[in-house]
């Protein structure tokens, strides 16, 4: 089955982008489908490319200080997943796994990287839209933190306090 140009049209990485922009990015693009339980990526592995959900339910877990993995946000249709490894091949924050089957969008680091070498609108568009999602996700968590604070008491207080001080040294 063919990846759907329009769901790759009506993603945030792709918005303002122009319909032959939107093709060279298709062009990139593969489908990937993952059954329920099945694990997308997982924590540390390389980063190696964005996906966009287009089918199906995936949960994003967090590995905690002993190790086991806590669960940490749900993803649905529309969802996009590993935009920083666009950006940089750094390994993955999180692991990501199937709820439920779910057909996905896949567009390869490598391939995208190779676009931006050469300096192609669409991939500075898709680079200045990944920005845009990681500033969005950003100012969410400032904002949570900032609630948080609101309703912690004595030693949770500092602990957050310390927290925004981290991210008040490079989120404005």
């Not at 060279?24 to 059954?35: D, F, G, K, N, Q």
């Not at 199906?56 to 920083?84: C, H, N, Q, S, W």
């Not at 750094?90 to 390869?108: C, F, G, M, N, Q």
């Not at 190779?114 to 839209?129: C, M, P, S, T």
Request: charged fraction near 25%.
């Amino acid at each position: 089955m063919a990846v759907p140009m329009n769901a790759l049209a009506q993603s945030d990485v792709c918005r303002g982008l122009s319909d032959a922009e939107i093709r060279t990015i298709h062009a990139l693009s593969e489908e990937v489908r993952a059954v329920a339980g099945q694990a997308l990526f997982r924590e540390g592995d390389a980063g190696d490319a964005l996906f966009l959900v287009l089918s199906g339910e995936l949960e994003v877990l967090k590995r905690d200080r002993e190790g086991k993995d806590r669960p940490i946000a749900t993803v649905t249709t529309g969802a996009v997943l590993g935009e920083m490894s666009l950006v940089q091949q750094s390994a993955r924050s999180a692991t990501v796994s199937a709820s439920s089957d779910a057909v996905l969008l896949k567009i390869p680091a490598p391939r995208f990287q190779g676009l931006l070498g050469q300096d192609a609108v669409a991939a500075l568009k898709v680079v200045r839209n990944v920005a845009k999602v990681l500033s969005q996700r950003l100012a969410r968590l400032d904002q949570r933190v900032v609630d948080l604070l609101a309703q912690a008491d004595g030693s949770r207080h500092e602990e957050l306090s310390e927290f925004q001080k981290v991210l008040q040294n490079w989120s404005f």
